[in-house]
């Protein structure tokens, strides 16, 4: 009975953090301007005969504050809800910084995590400092879930609830190894059948191979290879059966799709094709493909999802998903959400738009534990692993050269697109013209403003390299 208080206190207190402080800014702006001059007119001293009116003051601008969402006020109500599943968080470190978050789901040293986040060697921290190297035991690649093993026992693990249990509205918090919440939301959209990552259309955030398929009996069928493509470079070419992605085997072009829509940019991962050279009969063939980033090819839909920080590398194909408004870096993801008591419904699994964060509803999570542990989804490194920090480097260099030519291709089409919009406004005879080259405007402007932020992004991800590269040699040279 007592918790139950406690608790209600807190989602008091939370709703406090927010509703009070907006309502006291409504009520600034709705009072009436005779109580604003009654209350100046109380302030200011009272001029003598023969001296100047003096001045009159103003309220202070920040007399009223709403706390920001990600700011110690807004989140210190909510310390207790996760108190106890800050203690089952960890945080996970790989070439010098942070990548993502971890839950403790067994005493034995057993972290649940994001897979598309790891990269080389990781390290996870725990909630007391101490500081422990990884093993990666498996990963489930339907749901991006990796398990790591740390050499150490007797750690406090995550409590579970049914994701049923949270409803639309329903405040929800993403716990980190520290005292307060990292973030808090609500739930937006229940536990759900995520039939959208389950669409036959590669993800935009998946590693790019750079083909086009057509069924046949045998498997897919390469009907087409796109120029300087990582299919290009392992040397597959037009014709090809596909017989294994992945070491997994492959009927149907859907199949090839659904196992690449769990790539990432910089995965290399091998595939097993029938090739025929000449008139000879075709012979297996197998290759490593280094999988490169997806063109863009939506600038509307970049810019919009984009606003308001990065957004995961692989955010979609997930079979279930609870979808909740809490704002979260990429790094942030891999930990608990929790509810008000303190109990995980799910996990966090990837920042996907704006003000869209998908976490794993818990039962899929708690069912998959099991398997995991026993090594169901031992990592076999021969078909799928990720590129070398240098390999890395240098597809990022590329990267960085086609995004610069891409603002440049920008540029002349909304230079081209303005001079013609320019030209029909003066023909006053033809308005329909204008109106139609005013939207192919528009949208050279929209695409240049992605193509902009895809070079910023080309950049950061450069400069991260090359800042790994350097932590590395200094760690080589001790």
């Known amino acids: 009975?007592?918790?139950?208080?406690?608790?209600?206190?807190?989602?008091?207190?939370?709703?406090?953090?927010?509703?009070?402080?907006?309502?006291?800014?409504?009520?600034?702006?709705?009072?009436?301007?005779?109580?604003?001059?009654?209350?100046?007119?109380?302030?200011?001293?009272?001029?003598?005969?023969?001296?100047?009116?003096?001045?009159?003051?103003?309220?202070?601008?920040?007399?009223?504050?709403?706390?920001?969402?990600?700011?110690?006020?807004?989140?210190?109500?909510?310390?207790?809800?996760?108190?106890?599943?800050?203690?089952?968080?960890?945080?996970?470190?790989?070439?010098?910084?942070?990548?993502?978050?971890?839950?403790?789901?067994?005493?034995?040293?057993?972290?649940?995590?994001?897979?598309?986040?790891?990269?080389?060697s990781v390290v996870c921290k725990l909630r007391d400092g101490r500081t422990f190297a990884a093993e990666l035991v498996g990963i489930e690649d339907q749901n991006d879930l990796a398990l790591l093993k740390i050499p150490t026992k007797g750690l406090p693990t995550i409590q579970w609830a049914d994701s049923s249990s949270a409803q639309v509205g329903n405040w929800v918090c993403t716990a980190t190894n520290s005292d307060e919440p990292v973030a808090v939301g609500v739930v937006s959209v229940a536990t759900r059948e995520n039939k959208?990552?389950?669409?036959?259309?590669?993800?935009?955030?998946?590693?790019?191979?750079?083909?086009?398929?057509?069924?046949?009996?045998?498997?897919?069928?390469?009907?087409?290879?796109?120029?300087?493509?990582?299919?290009?470079?392992?040397?597959?070419?037009?014709?090809?059966?596909?017989?294994?992605?992945?070491?997994?085997?492959?009927?149907?072009p859907e199949q090839m799709i659904d196992l690449l829509q769990t790539t990432k940019p910089g995965d290399i991962v091998k595939l097993k094709f029938l090739h025929k050279e000449g008139e000879g009969e075709a012979r297996e063939k197998v290759v490593d493909a280094t999988l490169n980033k997806r063109p863009s090819q939506n600038a509307r839909g970049d810019i919009q999802n984009s606003m308001g920080g990065k957004l995961s590398q692989r955010r979609t194909a997930f079979p279930k998903i609870l979808q909740h408004d809490t704002t979260l870096a990429p790094e942030s993801c891999g930990g608990p959400l929790v509810d008000l008591e303190g109990k995980a419904v799910g996990l966090n699994i990837a920042r996907a738009g704006r003000v869209e964060t998908y976490a794993l509803p818990s039962e899929i999570v708690k069912n998959l534990i099991p398997d995991l542990i026993a090594g169901k989804f031992k990592v076999d490194a021969s078909v799928t692993r990720q590129a070398s920090l240098e390999q890395r480097m240098e597809m990022a260099k590329t990267e960085l050269k086609k995004a610069e030519e891409g603002v440049t291709a920008g540029r002349t089409k909304r230079n081209e697109a303005r001079v013609a919009y320019q030209g029909a406004k003066l023909d006053v005879d033809n308005p329909s013209a204008a109106k139609q080259l005013k939207r192919r405007l528009d949208q050279a402007d929209l695409e240049l403003k992605a193509a902009q932020e895809q070079l910023n992004k080309a950049k950061e991800d450069l400069k991260g390299l090359e800042e790994a590269k350097k932590s590395k040699e200094k760690v080589e040279m001790r």
């Open 1 to 120: 009975m007592g918790s139950g208080k406690q608790l209600w206190r807190v989602w008091l207190m939370g709703i406090a953090a927010t509703s009070i402080a907006s309502s006291l800014a409504m009520a600034q702006v709705a009072a009436p301007e005779k109580a604003k001059t009654e209350k100046l007119k109380t302030e200011q001293p009272v001029a003598k005969a023969g001296e100047k009116k003096p001045a009159e003051k103003k309220p202070a601008e920040d007399e009223v504050r709403v706390p920001l969402k990600d700011s110690s006020t807004y989140l210190q109500p909510f310390k207790a809800a996760v108190a106890l599943a800050s203690k089952a968080t960890v945080t996970i470190i790989a070439e010098g910084k942070v990548i993502c978050l971890g839950t403790i789901v067994s005493a034995e040293g057993y972290i649940l995590t994001k897979a598309s986040e790891l990269k080389g």
């Open 196 to 252: 959208a990552g389950r669409s036959r259309n590669p993800s935009s955030a998946s590693g790019f191979l750079g083909v086009t398929l057509e069924p046949s009996e045998k498997g897919p069928v390469i009907s087409m290879v796109e120029k300087d493509s990582s299919a290009a470079k392992a040397g597959v070419v037009k014709g090809d059966v596909v017989l294994e992605v992945k070491g997994k085997k492959v009927v149907t």
